[in-house]
């Protein structure tokens, strides 16, 4: 199994603490992973067996639990008076009602309680009705390219790069040879697209689904809009509402299949309401999907780059400043960064190095500006702006 040290830290961290942990992601991103690996630490760390229940869900083992009374009765029936007891529920939305559970093991002060879910809005409209204030979430992402190199033998990076970018990222795929990770993303696909949308959202035309599906990951870093992809799906022949356009987008971000990135004016220092961008949540299924698109490395290795930033704590915008746009405004509590993103830099009259620092140069302040690309590169410094290797970032070089 791949280390995955931040998540798991995090887990540490709230050890004990009068919190839920809740742990959100994509399918098969590595949640119940994480789960057995902490479970792990606290064997080691001293708590006996005894004090572990673990419960999944999706597993028929425990079909026996229909309702939020079953979950509950199995729970108490199983604790232990006399000492903490570390509850693991995995999947946990299956339940109808589950924040009843969350709710009253919550108040058992002998009760450490860590869930997983793969749906966004399920979790947070449910856990708001009674548990505002008492959970924390953490957010899961499939493998980093830092996290993916660790299970492989050779060094190179641009070889495990363009590895990266075709296999994917989640972490089953490094144990399968490269013509079964075709058929692993076919059935995980249709896993979140069936299981996590169509049967949770009640949509029943798959096909125009997987159509909007296609349109977003052909879009990846492109400025899009309900009512664009409404217009140029039903000027190819395949006739659909923006309505539908945008409950099906709301559906792929329910289930971490698309994260939507909202622009952010810098100077006006206000949030704009239109034009966004999304990506998606693994570049595995994008090429599943679509096959290679020689053209789009500058929005693929964008992709990868805004999933880093999240990866490291941040709120990501896209940023305008007057008529010119910053790939990304990343906020957090200590600040802010500014990225540009650019597959090269190399031009006989770097023009694209000076339309790469116009951008970043017309911020009014002095946070953090820097520019990405795949040029090798030692790290250098124009006007103030850092200019480095992107996967040298990626691995924290």
Excluded at 18 to 40: A, V, Y
Excluded at 100 to 110: M, P, T
Excluded at 288 to 314: A, P, Q, S
């Amino acid at each position: 199994m791949i280390d995955r040290p931040n998540y798991i830290n995090e887990l540490i961290k709230f050890k004990d603490k009068d919190l839920i942990k809740i742990i959100t992601g994509i399918r098969r991103c590595g949640k119940s992973t994480l789960m057995n690996f902490f479970k792990e630490y606290l064997l080691q760390s001293g708590i006996d067996s005894s004090q572990i229940i673990s419960i999944n869900l999706e597993d028929l083992k425990y079909n026996f639990i229909q309702n939020y009374m079953d979950l509950y009765n199995y729970i108490t029936e199983n604790l232990l008076e006399d000492k903490k007891n570390y509850i693991f529920i995995d999947e946990i939305q299956i339940i109808p009602e589950f924040q009843k559970v969350a709710d009253s093991l919550y108040l058992n002060k002998n009760i450490d309680l860590y869930i997983t879910g793969s749906n966004a809005k399920l979790l947070s409209s449910e856990l708001s009705t009674l548990l505002t204030g008492r959970y924390v979430e953490i957010k899961m992402l499939p493998l980093s390219f830092k996290e993916f190199i660790s299970s492989k033998d050779t060094t190179d990076l641009e070889t495990l790069y363009n590895e990266y970018i075709s296999l994917g990222s989640f972490p089953y795929t490094t144990q399968l040879e490269e013509d079964e990770v075709s058929r692993y993303l076919g059935t995980l696909f249709n896993d979140v697209i069936i299981k996590d949308v169509m049967i949770r959202k009640g949509i029943s035309d798959e096909s125009m689904l997987k159509s909007v599906a296609t349109f977003a990951l052909d879009n990846i870093g492109n400025l899009l809009s309900s009512n664009n992809i409404a217009n140029t799906m039903t000027s190819d022949g395949r006739s659909i509402n923006v309505r539908t356009v945008e409950r099906y987008l709301e559906s792929f971000m329910e289930s971490f299949f698309l994260y939507k990135a909202s622009r952010y004016d810098v100077k006006g220092k206000q949030y704009l309401k239109t034009g966004e961008k999304y990506y998606v949540s693994d570049l595995g299924l994008r090429y599943f999907m679509l096959g290679r698109k020689l053209g789009d490395r500058g929005h693929i290795l964008e992709n990868i780059i805004y999933l880093e930033l999240l990866r490291r704590g941040y709120d990501v915008y896209i940023g305008k400043v007057d008529e010119y746009e910053v790939d990304f405004v990343a906020l957090n509590s200590e600040g802010r960064i500014y990225v540009q993103v650019c597959e090269t830099l190399r031009d006989n009259e770097n023009k694209i190095l000076t339309r790469e620092l116009n951008s970043l140069e017309r911020i009014p302040d002095n946070y953090t500006k820097i520019i990405l690309t795949l040029d090798k590169m030692p790290l250098s410094n124009e006007n103030g702006i850092i200019v480095r290797n992107a996967l040298d970032w990626l691995i924290d070089k």
